[in-house]
C-alpha cells in the first residue's frame, strides 16, 4: 500500500493493534505509540473500547506517512475478520521458523 513506512522511517503516524484483556482485537492510530497505549492502560483518553477491558498490549504496528494513509489503512484492518488481524500480526511476528511452523499445523500462540 503507498504511503506505509518501513521500521525505521520517521513517519508521524502509525496504526497499531492491541490485544486486550478479554483477547478481543482494537485497531487505532496515533503521532506518539508509547503515550497512546499508557492512555489505553490508564486514565479517561483510552478508547471508550479499552477501558472495560484493560490492561491492552501492543502486537503490532505500523507506519505511515500521513493521517489520511493511516486511517484507510486503520478502516481496512478494522474491516478485516479476526483471521485476517490474526494473520496480519503474525506476518510481523513471525519468523522462518514460525512460519514452517504455522504451515505444519501447529499452533502458535500469540
Do not use: F
Not at 27 to 38: E, P, V
Not at 84 to 100: C, E, F, Q, V
Amino acid at each position: 500500500m503507498s504511503g506505509l513506512q518501513t521500521e525505521g522511517s520517521t513517519a508521524p503516524w502509525v496504526v497499531y493493534i492491541v490485544r486486550c484483556r478479554d483477547n478481543s482485537l482494537y485497531t487505532g492510530i496515533t503521532k506518539d505509540l508509547y503515550k497512546r497505549i499508557l492512555e489505553h492502560n490508564s486514565g479517561p483518553k483510552g478508547a471508550r473500547y479499552t477501558r472495560s477491558r484493560r490492561p491492552v498490549t501492543l502486537v503490532y504496528s505500523e507506519q505511515a506517512a500521513s493521517r489520511s494513509v493511516a486511517t484507510t489503512r486503520e478502516n481496512y484492518i478494522k474491516k478485516l475478520k479476526t483471521t485476517g488481524k490474526h494473520a496480519l500480526i503474525i506476518s510481523l511476528n513471525s519468523t522462518p521458523a514460525d512460519t514452517a511452523k504455522e504451515q505444519s499445523g501447529q499452533r502458535i500462540l500469540l
